[in-house]
């Protein structure tokens, strides 16, 4: 049984390589994971496997490691870098007499904390809901009352334990709200492309500094803090770009490796603002060693939201950090491929402005047709 006394701000921390090239990559994200999420890593547990146990995931020697951690140190929660069956969960869970969660639920909690606009959180919820509802049974019945707990912020467990229709009947209402949203949201674009405004979005690996960008060309006030997921709804305003009039700017959600399914399918109307744009701004950051592993993890979202055509311009930002100078690539076509910036300073600003401006005015040359 949990210690009354404990208070869930520290995790042990659990990853298992597989021999995934991305191992280590994958285990930094877990630690910026948690700590986004308000935790403070007590232990990390490692170990290499062929396979995970179907049981316990981690071999039973392992669990015994772990079981011992969390006694000795009364840690309250344990955190996998995978993601976990139910049966595992709970075999875990009643092992080590601590509570349990995966990363699909720490970013899920995340999410849950992120969310502001009514939009945001009615996403939040459904992809909960459709996570909790195959973890349910046999879970500790304190559980849906611990709103303090990483992992349990949303729905309460116990509560929707009691009856799986209620959650079944709130899973239709909410997808009944997305979609009125959604429709909504079909026909603000209608307008703007009947007013034939150049749709840009702007898109990245999470904390590359895409609201930082956006705020610098909008002059908005977007939340913005160096932690995964700081900006989760979707944000547009209006920009007038000299030279060519006004641009339509979307900030979204950043991606992240292994971004979970279920939340690119409840986040899949927002992240349609992105499929529906007419020009990409990747934004990259320039600081990172693994920038280029990133794009490609974007890349992948970006396909599976059918937005892999879409023209875009990678952004490398953060050229403070480098001592690097602003600047401006062009492609074998003589089109604008990369731009050096770093959207703090306000280096290289100015050229990405004049980049849009290029875009609106040479629209045939990337692919986008001018609206009539």
């Not at 300073?345 to 990337?366: F, K």
Request: glycine letters at 6%; a neutral charge.
């Amino acid at each position: 049984m949990h210690k009354s006394t404990a208070v869930v701000n520290t995790a042990v921390l659990v990853s298992l390589d597989f021999g995934a090239p991305d191992y280590a990559e994958s285990l930094e994200e877990l630690r910026l994971l948690a700590e986004s999420a308000g935790v403070r890593c007590v232990a990390l547990v490692e170990g290499r496997r062929h396979r995970p146990d179907a049981s316990l995931f981690a071999g039973s020697g392992k669990v015994d490691e772990i079981a011992a951690i969390v006694e000795q140190n009364d840690v309250p929660l344990v955190i996998f870098n995978h993601d976990l069956s139910p049966a595992q969960m709970r075999n875990l869970t009643a092992r080590i007499k601590a509570r349990v969660i995966d990363r699909t639920m720490l970013i899920l909690d995340i999410f849950a904390l992120r969310a502001q606009s009514h939009e945001g959180k009615v996403q939040v919820e459904l992809a909960q809901l459709k996570y909790l509802s195959t973890r349910l049974v046999g879970m500790n019945t304190d559980m849906g009352q611990q709103k303090y707990a990483v992992g349990a912020r949303g729905p309460g467990e116990t509560q929707l334990e009691l009856d799986r229709r209620k959650l079944d009947k709130r899973v239709v209402l909410l997808k009944e709200r997305l979609d009125k949203l959604h429709r909504h949201r079909q026909v603000l674009r209608r307008s703007r492309t009947r007013s034939d405004v150049l749709s840009v979005s702007i898109v990245g690996y999470t904390n590359a500094g895409k609201s930082t960008l956006f705020n610098k060309l909008t002059h908005a006030n977007a939340y913005v803090a160096d932690q995964l997921f700081a900006t989760l709804d979707t944000t547009a305003r209006r920009v007038y770009i000299e030279g060519s009039g006004q641009v339509v700017l979307s900030d979204t959600v950043g991606f992240i490796r292994h971004l979970p399914h279920s939340l690119i399918a409840a986040f899949r109307s927002t992240l349609e603002e992105t499929a529906q744009a007419d020009l990409l701004l990747h934004v990259v950051d320039a600081n990172s060693s693994e920038r280029f592993d990133q794009i490609a993890e974007v890349n992948k979202v970006l396909l599976e939201i059918g937005a892999q055509h879409i023209p875009q311009i990678l952004i490398f930002n953060k050229i403070d950090l480098q001592d690097l100078p602003a600047g401006v690539q062009r492609d074998d076509y003589a089109r604008i491929a990369r731009i050096y910036l770093s959207a703090k300073t306000g280096a290289g600003i100015d050229e990405l402005r004049a980049a849009l401006a290029e875009v609106c005015n040479t629209r045939t040359q990337w692919d986008i047709p001018e609206t009539k």
